[in-house]
Nanobody, 115 residues
């Protein structure tokens, strides 16, 4: 079992920056991949970014070159640095991990970008 707690969501103006954090209840050293997803009202949940244990990353085309995902295994934490935010980035952002065939989600943190 893994519990995930996201934080860092806020109201910002377009062009601003935020850093989201996802803290896991146990070591993430052995977890192959952790990712950030987002869901806006009326939209489907979509992958934003993913990082694997070896450090390789994957980004949605819509956030590439603006967002950066990273992990700090010593702190059991995954981060999402978001720069040049747009109103289209407004959504609830969720942390996701898979372990032992199970998928775990955080409760989400709200990011609102004003135009």
């Amino acid at each position: 079992q893994v519990q995930l707690v996201e934080s860092g969501g806020d109201l910002v103006q377009s062009g601003g920056s935020l850093r989201l954090s996802c803290v896991a209840s146990r070591s993430i050293f052995g977890i192959n991949a952790m990712g950030w997803y987002r869901q806006a009202p009326g939209n489907q949940r979509e992958l934003v970014a993913r990082i694997r244990s070896g450090g390789s990353t994957t980004y949605a085309d819509s956030v590439k070159d603006r967002f950066t995902i990273s992990r700090d295994n010593a702190k059991n934490t995954v981060y999402l640095q978001m720069n040049s935010l747009k109103s289209e980035d407004t959504a609830v952002y969720y942390c996701r991990v898979s372990d032992g065939g199970m998928v775990y989600w955080g409760k989400g943190t709200l990011v609102t970008v004003s135009s």
